[in-house]
């Protein structure tokens, strides 16, 4: 059940911006709030217990409380800075805290890491903090000043592009450090 309220989740994050952008003529914000309130309820309590976790949907079901309460559209664009505002806390508390996210990542699949790539996965941690900082920061830019169309783009697309991008850039840094390339 907590899978499929997770990808429940995975699929709304996804198409959030596009249902902003196409549902907002014939649905209210309170409703997007009720659904997607409902489904972080669901993720919190049926999920395991993960540091943040709790904290995060408390978040996100405060925002949605806002959201059916004042009804307003504009407080539907939020919500991606938001996430953004949960990953960057997410990795740069690790980073203080330890072992750093992208480190633990690595050990699911290479239990014993040399120190070099210790000092790696804090450096690529480093990196997506940076890129979740960059983009809740032109989120939330797009939220205040653009119209809607380029919010939708930005979150709906490009983002998810610089994403992959990043992705394939540190993978094929790392086959370079690893003497692999």
Sequence with gaps: MSRLIGLGLLLAGLLYPFAVYYGTEHFAPWQFGLLLGSLWLLRALTAARRPGS???????????????????????????????????????????????????????????????????TRQVTVVWSVFFLANGLLAAALTLWAPLSWWTLYNGLIAYG????????????????????
């Design 54 to 120: 709790r904290w995060m949907a408390v978040a996100v079901i405060v925002f949605c409380l806002l959201l059916a309460w004042f009804d307003n559209p504009l407080l539907l664009r939020w919500y991606p800075s938001l996430v953004s505002a949960f990953m960057l806390t997410l990795f740069g508390l690790s980073l203080k805290y330890g072992p750093p996210i992208v480190e633990r990542l690595a050990r699911m699949t290479e239990p014993q890491l040399p120190p070099e790539a210790i000092v790696y």
């Design 162 to 181: 610089l994403m992959g991008l990043l992705f394939a850039v540190e993978w094929l840094v790392r086959q370079r450090v690893r003497g692999r390339v």
